[in-house]
């Protein structure tokens, strides 16, 4: 089978040649328009369930709210984890499915069980909602707003009302959340005596303020040939106005709203506080939907932001540099194709030095781009992303991939030779020389091959993450190198034939070339002094051995190495039952700390939580983003000044991360650090003890 490939391609040139135009020109055509991300999609398909629980202390949201929801969803179809967090005033269940669940179908299979659990919340607490589609993976990009003069409570409404709809519209966001700021409401503030002079109840004066300020309709009236609607306008941003409501009758006289309250336009109760370089701001995090290019989405939403950002007054700024994902993406990618390209680069310089020609070192080097774009073909094919894991496997298979390229060329152009140096009556044809040449290094090629492929399948059979992680480099490795296996049987021969067989070519570099010719020399030397000096060599080589495993023993070990994203971000909790406020103020301190440290460039703090945000933060705890720029001090050095610095501060526990990997923590182990200890039992104070 594997002669009557190369004889097939020998005898059809022109389909070679144009297959291999063909699959260039797809292959670059595919990968410029290739979904880029950092890593594979490493989420299991999960749904988040969120639930308002005013007012209830975090056992009884755990008691009556958390462990219905849990119970209904457990042993749901293809459900593999239910993890949740109960806090003071509401709910978040998050529901993991396994990998390959369509994400709609696991949506809709939790609306399903959610009927049955909302008839059973307690009075006061909100229906039981879905958080939009995304992942802790998916957060992309954060956005801050700050400003001299205009007031928290404007920028609040603006991040509300002007860029959370602008960045929704953008294509492929899933979700935005806002922290910090004032959140505008109107508030009527009761008297108690003059609700008690006027003889109202607080009831009464609940329902007045459900039914005000909202229009109402009152149908149509058609007369003399005409259509009119009627309408009752009510709806007014007027406090003076909405004063003005009627409440009842009492005497005789009419009570309105502002005889037994006063109403305001004030600032709704905090749950989260948000801060840029230790001053007060409005934070925006903007997460993208599952299988949404990262690049694109970013680029968007920084096009709009910018449109909008003339339109804002110009005391106004918006800080797009607070976490950007895209920037770890493209420095990791570029990082990942420089490598390859280094590689190539030396894969180049030693084929020239060997082999000697410029022709069969081009012949040679057109296994790469050829493999790599095939590859890239066949990751589109099956939904995958050009990312580090993927690039890495190809980095990983460049050396490999003009091996077979180079035995058949060396081949085929040493027979030639000899063929040139016979005889003219005994000379074969430049055909038959070519196919027997390549015939007769097929074989062991091809096992040598399969070999090579065989090691990475044990990739395929992992499961969960560590499956996600690693099989795109797996495929990306293989499919490259069958690729090149292909091109080797095919395209290879055929450039030979058609480049090499000339007969003055033949005639110029009819000898090896002197780096060969003393190589071989050296080699053979080399080779006879070992076979007479047998426990000289394998002494040696098992003592290296030995030394080896034993220091393969002590390694460290570790899912994914550290990555170095010119960010940090710290996680900051301080003593359990700390108020909001003072939780504030001892973030403002760490803020404050950290810039006095020479490489840091500005911070980024969000204490608490945004408004239906899924990712759950205690009022006792704080996150904080730092942007840092080394310049004399090393990384080593600066990250222990950063722990010196935190360790000095009291009242505060502490972790040190870096965005991605505080982001794989969380969804490894539910939390946000290297190492999570978690503990079960039917008592927490037992436990809390």
Same mark, same amino acid.
């Given at each position: 089978?594997?002669?009557?490939?190369?004889?097939?391609?020998?005898?059809?040139?022109?389909?070679?040649?144009?297959?291999?135009?063909?699959?260039?020109?797809?292959?670059?055509?595919?990968?410029?328009?290739?979904?880029?991300?950092?890593?594979?999609?490493?989420?299991?398909?999960?749904?988040?369930?969120?639930?308002?629980?005013?007012?209830?202390?975090?056992?009884?949201?755990?008691?009556?709210?958390?462990?219905?929801?849990?119970?209904?969803?457990?042993?749901?179809?293809?459900?593999?984890?239910?993890?949740?967090?109960?806090?003071?005033?509401?709910?978040?269940?998050?529901?993991?499915?396994?990998?390959?669940?369509?994400?709609?179908?696991?949506?809709?299979?939790?609306?399903?069980?959610?009927?049955?659990?909302?008839?059973?919340?307690?009075?006061?607490?909100?229906?039981?909602?879905?958080?939009?589609?995304?992942?802790?993976?998916?957060?992309?990009?954060?956005?801050?707003?700050?400003?001299?003069?205009?007031?928290?409570?404007?920028?609040?409404?603006?991040?509300?009302?002007?860029?959370?709809?602008?960045?929704?519209?953008?294509?492929?966001?899933? +979700?935005?959340?806002?922290?910090?700021?004032?959140?505008?409401?109107?508030?009527?503030?009761?008297?108690? +005596?003059?609700?008690?002079?006027?003889?109202?109840?607080?009831?009464?004066?609940?329902?007045?303020?459900?039914?005000?300020?909202?229009?109402?309709?009152?149908?149509?009236?058609?007369?003399?040939?005409?259509?009119?609607?009627?309408?009752?306008?009510?709806?007014?941003?007027?406090?003076?106005?909405?004063?003005?409501?009627?409440?009842?009758?009492?005497?005789?006289?009419?009570?309105?709203?502002?005889?037994?309250?006063?109403?305001?336009?004030?600032?709704?109760?905090?749950?989260?506080?948000?801060?840029?370089?230790?001053?007060?701001?409005?934070?925006?995090?903007?997460?993208?939907?599952?299988?949404?290019?990262?690049?694109?989405?970013?680029?968007?939403?920084?096009?709009?932001?910018?449109?909008?950002?003339?339109?804002?007054?110009?005391?106004?700024?918006?800080?797009?540099?607070?976490?950007?994902?895209?920037?770890?993406?493209?420095?990791?990618?570029?990082?990942? +194709?420089?490598?390859?390209?280094?590689?190539?680069?030396?894969?180049?310089?030693?084929?020239?030095?060997?082999?000697?020609?410029?022709?069969?070192?081009?012949?040679?080097?057109?296994?790469?781009?050829?493999?790599?774009?095939?590859?890239?073909?066949?990751?589109?094919?099956?939904?995958?992303?050009?990312?580090?894991?993927?690039?890495?496997?190809?980095?990983?298979?460049?050396?490999?991939?003009?091996?077979?390229?180079?035995?058949?060329?060396?081949?085929?152009?040493?027979?030639?030779?000899?063929?040139? +140096?016979?005889?003219?009556?005994?000379?074969?044809?430049?055909?038959?020389?070519?196919?027997?040449?390549?015939?007769?290094?097929?074989?062991?090629?091809?096992?040598?091959?399969?070999?090579?492929?065989?090691?990475?399948?044990?990739?395929?059979?992992?499961?969960?993450?560590?499956?996600?992680?690693?099989?795109?480099?797996?495929?990306?490795?293989?499919?490259?190198?069958?690729?090149?296996?292909?091109?080797?049987?095919?395209?290879?021969?055929?450039?030979?034939?058609?480049?090499?067989?000339?007969?003055?070519?033949?005639?110029?570099?009819?000898?090896?070339?002197?780096?060969?010719?003393?190589?071989?020399?050296?080699?053979?030397?080399?080779?006879?002094?070992?076979?007479?000096?047998?426990?000289?060599?394998?002494?040696?080589?098992?003592?290296?051995?030995?030394?080896?495993?034993?220091?393969?023993?002590?390694?460290?070990?570790?899912?994914?190495?550290?990555?170095?994203?010119?960010?940090?971000?710290?996680?900051?909790?301080?003593?359990?039952?700390?108020?909001?406020?003072?939780?504030?103020?001892?973030?403002?301190?760490?803020?404050?700390?950290?810039?006095?440290?020479?490489?840091?460039?500005?911070?980024?703090?969000?204490?608490?939580?945004?408004?239906?945000?899924?990712?759950?933060?205690?009022?006792?705890?704080?996150?904080?983003?730092?942007?840092?720029?080394?310049?004399?001090?090393?990384?080593?050095?600066?990250?222990?000044?950063?722990?010196?610095?935190?360790?000095?501060?009291?009242?505060?526990?502490?972790?040190?991360?870096?965005?991605?990997?505080?982001?794989?923590?969380?969804?490894?182990?539910?939390?946000?650090?290297?190492?999570?200890?978690?503990?079960?039992?039917?008592?927490?104070?037992?436990?809390?003890?």
């Amino acid at each position: 089978m594997l002669n009557n490939i190369i004889r097939f391609s020998l005898n059809n040139k022109y389909l070679i040649l144009l297959s291999s135009v063909v699959l260039v020109v797809f292959g670059i055509r595919t990968a410029s328009n290739m979904d880029v991300d950092v890593f594979p999609d490493l989420t299991a398909p999960t749904v988040v369930v969120m639930t308002d629980a005013h007012g209830m202390a975090s056992e009884e949201v755990e008691r009556l709210v958390t462990f219905p929801i849990e119970s209904a969803v457990n042993g749901a179809t293809d459900v593999r984890r239910v993890r949740s967090s109960s806090a003071q005033g509401y709910s978040f269940v998050w529901v993991e499915f396994d990998w390959g669940t369509d994400i709609f179908k696991a949506r809709q299979i939790v609306s399903e069980k959610l009927i049955s659990v909302s008839s059973r919340m307690p009075l006061g607490v909100g229906q039981p909602t879905l958080a939009p589609q995304s992942s802790v993976m998916g957060e992309i990009f954060f956005v801050g707003m700050q400003s001299d003069s205009t007031s928290m409570m404007e920028l609040r409404t603006m991040a509300e009302w002007n860029v959370k709809p602008l960045i929704l519209a953008t294509g492929g966001v899933s +979700q935005v959340t806002i922290i910090g700021g004032d959140y505008k409401q109107y508030q009527v503030l009761a008297d108690p +005596q003059k609700m008690k002079y006027f003889d109202v109840s607080m009831n009464e004066l609940a329902t007045v303020c459900q039914g005000i300020s909202q229009n109402s309709t009152g149908g149509v009236i058609r007369q003399f040939g005409n259509e009119y609607v009627v309408r009752g306008i009510a709806r007014t941003s007027d406090t003076e106005a909405l004063g003005n409501t009627f409440v009842k009758i009492v005497n005789g006289k009419p009570v309105r709203v502002s005889d037994v309250a006063e109403v305001i336009t004030g600032s709704a109760p905090k749950m989260g506080y948000a801060s840029g370089s230790a001053k007060p701001a409005v934070i925006i995090s903007i997460s993208k939907q599952p299988n949404a290019n990262t690049l694109e989405v970013t680029r968007k939403i920084e096009k709009n932001l910018e449109e909008l950002k003339k339109t804002f007054p110009a005391d106004v700024v918006l800080d797009t540099k607070i976490f950007r994902q895209a920037d770890f993406i493209e420095t990791s990618v570029n990082n990942v +194709q420089n490598a390859l390209i280094e590689g190539g680069i030396f894969v180049i310089i030693i084929l020239f030095l060997f082999l000697g020609s410029f022709r069969t070192t081009v012949i040679s080097l057109l296994a790469i781009p050829l493999s790599l774009l095939g590859a890239i073909l066949v990751l589109k094919g099956l939904g995958m992303t050009i990312n580090t894991m993927s690039l890495g496997g190809m980095a990983i298979a460049i050396g490999s991939l003009v091996d077979d390229a180079i035995i058949d060329v060396e081949n085929v152009y040493k027979r030639l030779r000899q063929n040139r +140096q016979l005889p003219e009556h005994e000379r074969l044809s430049s055909f038959t020389v070519v196919f027997e040449a390549s015939k007769e290094i097929r074989a062991s090629i091809f096992n040598a091959t399969l070999i090579i492929m065989v090691a990475f399948l044990p990739l395929f059979f992992l499961s969960g993450m560590e499956g996600r992680m690693l099989k795109p480099l797996g495929i990306a490795f293989i499919v490259s190198l069958f690729v090149s296996l292909v091109v080797a049987m095919t395209l290879t021969p055929l450039l030979a034939k058609m480049l090499l067989s000339g007969e003055k070519y033949l005639a110029k570099n009819e000898k090896e070339k002197w780096l060969v010719r003393k190589l071989t020399t050296n080699y053979e030397k080399s080779l006879v002094w070992a076979l007479h000096h047998k426990k000289a060599v394998l002494i040696p080589i098992l003592g290296l051995f030995l030394v080896s495993l034993f220091a393969f023993s002590n390694f460290g070990r570790s899912f994914l190495p550290e990555f170095n994203e010119g960010a940090l971000t710290l996680s900051v909790i301080t003593k359990p039952g700390a108020s909001l406020e003072e939780s504030n103020r001892l973030g403002n301190l760490v803020e404050t700390e950290l810039l006095a440290i020479p490489e840091v460039s500005n911070t980024a703090r969000r204490t608490g939580r945004g408004e239906l945000d899924e990712h759950s933060q205690t009022t006792n705890s704080a996150e904080i983003d730092v942007n840092f720029k080394l310049d004399k001090r090393t990384q080593p050095e600066f990250m222990a000044d950063v722990r010196t610095t935190l360790a000095r501060i009291p009242g505060i526990a502490y972790t040190v991360g870096q965005p991605l990997g505080h982001r794989i923590d969380h969804m490894l182990s539910g939390t946000r650090a290297n190492i999570a200890i978690k503990l079960f039992g039917t008592d927490l104070n037992k436990m809390f003890a």
